[in-house]
């Protein structure tokens, strides 16, 4: 079936550092792919998204480029700031499919 | 404001309780999801109604017993619940055949058993 790797987190950066959070998955056909974010004590939300290959998403300095080559959806941000402390989630769609599937999410923490 | 909108944010109930949470969407989706997330686990799938019909239902225990009176209204009945059913239970929606465009999520019920 469908699934979603993401890297194991937690991950700790400083203010302005360069971000990447990888994610693979497992789909047949063309999915969908999203990213959402957790602030703390909230739900999720939608950060960005791209539903066919070579699309990239791109929201509030944060961008990912669906490659079908290699099968994955990294999310980079070239400057972060400790408001970007969350959790982020990698999730797909699959064609047809009446549901995402999410990866298990990525602590972030981003010190001053 | 997302558009989904949970009661009560947070919900502290004994294990012989009976409670429920609440989920209302106003954004002409049909499609609506219980979600359960508990600390260091993936977020877990629940139930999944389509035009207020379950689709999906997976091997949630039937202590879980959801209710969807119409396309707006999604309820999650608790009963007899344990301690490790503590977590943030989260509700969403989606436009059921335009599932990719993706999901709107509530600001989730956190739930305590004692």
């Known amino acids: 079936g469908d699934s979603v790797t993401q890297m194991e987190g937690p991950v700790t950066l400083s203010e302005e550092a360069f971000l990447t959070i990888n994610c693979t998955y497992t789909a047949t056909g063309y999915p969908s792919l999203f990213w959402y974010v957790q602030y703390p004590g909230e739900g999720l939300q939608l950060l960005l998204k791209a539903t066919k290959a070579d699309d990239k998403g791109s929201n509030k300095g944060f961008e990912a480029t669906y490659r079908k080559e290699t099968t994955s959806f990294h999310l980079e941000k070239g400057s972060v700031q400790v408001s970007d402390s969350a959790v982020y989630f990698c999730a797909l769609s699959g064609q047809g499919a009446q549901k995402l599937v999410f990866g298990q999410g990525t602590r972030l923490t981003i010190n001053p | 404001e997302t558009g989904v909108t949970q009661t009560p944010r947070h919900l502290v109930m004994g294990m012989t309780n009976k409670k429920s949470l609440k989920c209302e969407q106003h954004?002409?989706?049909?499609?609506m999801y219980w979600y359960k997330q508990s600390a260091k686990k993936p977020l877990e799938l629940m139930f999944v109604?389509?035009?207020?019909?379950?689709?999906e239902n997976n091997s949630v225990p039937s202590r879980f017993s959801p209710e969807c009176p119409n396309s707006s209204h999604l309820f999650l009945h608790l009963h007899t619940l344990q301690p490790e059913d503590s977590a943030l239970y989260l509700c969403a929606s989606s436009q059921d055949s335009r599932v990719w465009f993706g999901y709107t999520f509530g600001s989730g019920t956190r739930l305590t058993v004692v």
């Open positions: 954004l002409g989706h049909n499609a």
């Open positions: 109604y389509s035009l207020e019909e379950r689709v």
